[in-house]
């Protein structure tokens, strides 16, 4: 089976070709400009994999993700991908995270819905949360985004000094693409 993957992100392309059982084929879709104008990760998914299936007309998989962190009332949530501006590093985003927390520890969850989609209409969505703790340093290589700085209490790592086949065991993002498989199967 063929799955297109509505994603310019390489990180997160990566993750899901990694996470994918045998016999499903990720591909990627080149990049079409669309709408994140939801107030939720499941209506930017939405949007966005409307607007690949439309795009592709094939079956397409879209994900919104973010992170949440509880000493800043769930910021940066939907607006994770450019909390430090619109055409933001992961670095300066990392860094905008660490001066607001001010060299507090907070708790936080990564978030990640996934919403399925064939031209005109979304097929299903898909919810995964994973808990952790901000970090008040980065701490790892590996990964991407706030990755270096979300610590995971049952393993003792930063998602950034994980494998990333155990990272993608524990993650958000794992949870709703397995969730997404079983679903399709």
């Not at 990180?11 to 107030?39: N, W, Y």
């Not at 930017?44 to 962190?69: I, R, T």
Request: glycine share 12%.
């Amino acid at each position: 089976m063929k799955l297109f993957a509505a994603t310019s992100n390489p990180g997160k392309l990566a993750e899901f070709r990694q996470g994918a059982p045998a016999g499903i084929e990720i591909l990627a879709v080149e990049r079409v400009d669309c709408p994140e104008t939801g107030a939720t990760f499941e209506e930017n998914a939405q949007q966005k994999a409307l607007c690949y299936a439309a795009a592709v007309g094939d079956l397409v998989f879209a994900d919104d993700s973010g992170l949440e962190v509880d000493l800043l009332g769930g910021a940066p949530g939907i607006y994770s991908a450019r909390y430090a501006g619109e055409n933001a590093t992961d670095a300066e985003n990392r860094a905008r995270l660490l001066q607001e927390l001010g060299g507090r520890r907070s708790a936080a969850r990564f978030v990640c819905a996934i919403a399925v989609a064939r031209p005109g209409e979304v097929l299903a969505t898909f919810r995964g949360v994973v808990e952790g703790v901000i970090l008040d340093a980065v701490r790892g290589e590996g990964g991407f985004g706030y990755d270096p700085l979300f610590f995971y209490p049952p393993l003792g790592k930063s998602f950034a000094e994980m494998a990333a086949e155990d990272k993608f065991a524990c993650s958000h993002r794992g949870h709703a693409f397995r969730a997404m498989i079983e679903w399709l199967r």
